[in-house]
């Protein structure tokens, strides 16, 4: 787990989430944890699922986009926000900006489902296309951000976004007694390094999943050395984006284990979850569940389904 030189940063960190949570109570849900027998059977432990498919703009990036638009100025506020997103992010981003009054410029790639680019719509975010990749995306913001003079409100690779991130493993550990693990998504590490904080230097052990089409993080902390993103063919998309440096450090820092599941095993979850749960979660959400009934960790397994934006034929498709 963290090196004892480590708990200095760490006690720092977990206060960063805990005023987070102050800031943004009123503004997010306080999402539930739903446990299912047929589950823990299958998994030979006890699951306890946080549901934040089921936060607004339907996944966890709410949190984190509030904590950093709510932490702005009231002069950026004006000048308004601007980020990238496949998704999830911008919808979140264009929800919190709705909050204070402001606009929101969402650079959106091309691959990103219809239902993510109409939540995005929905919630007033003005929606800028760019090609598939993050240099893509990273270009087209720069062109934004200097015809705006918009603030740009990173996904995951920012302090304000990462504590936001983290308040949802707050919520867990208090909502379920003597907690053995936590088990969540890995994109660009921002939801893994909240938790991470979080969590402090209790006896919980957060463990990342992802994607073996979208496997950087694992390389990253393997390797030592922060790996850049691979090509966007998973079906979890919202987990394409490389591991964030600030993520990266915190995270090799924790020494945290991925587990890498593929798409069929993400669908095969999704289905489990409808079934068993009766609640609709994205691809990237499912990895985590995917990934434990992999790996069939025992004791009490908090699970972290991330989002449930998706288009239902994706959960019914033939494999």
Sequence with gaps: MIDPSESRIVRSHHADVVSAARRIRSHVHR????????????????????????????????RGAMNAVLSLGETDRRMGVATHSSGNHGAALASAARVVDAPAWIVVPETATRFK????????????????????????????????????????????????????????????????YIWLPVGGGGMAAGV????????????????????????????????????????????LTGLGRRNFERLMAYGLRITLVDDTEIVSAMRMLWACLKLVVEPSGAVAFAAVLQARPRGRVGIVLSGGNVELDLASADD
């Design 117 to 180: 680019r109409a939540n995005i719509e929905r919630y007033e975010g003005c929606i800028v296309a760019c090609g598939p990749t993050l240099a893509d995306r990273e270009a087209k913001l720069e062109e934004v951000l200097a015809e705006t003079g918009a603030t740009f409100v990173p996904p995951y690779d920012h302090d304000d976004v990462i504590a936001g991130q983290g308040t949802l493993g707050l919520e867990l550990v208090e909502q379920v007694d003597d907690l053995d």
């Design 31 to 62: 999402t539930p944890v739903v446990t299912s027998e047929r589950l823990n059977d299958m998994a030979g432990a006890e699951l306890f699922f946080k549901c934040e498919n089921l936060q607004k703009t339907g996944a966890f990036k709410i």
């Design 196 to 239: 991470v904080a979080a969590v402090g230097e209790t006896s919980v052990e957060v463990c990342g999943v992802e994607p073996v089409l979208a496997g950087d993080a694992a390389q990253s902390l393997a390797r030592g050395v922060r790996q850049g993103p691979m090509p966007p063919t998973t079906i979890a998309d919202g987990l």
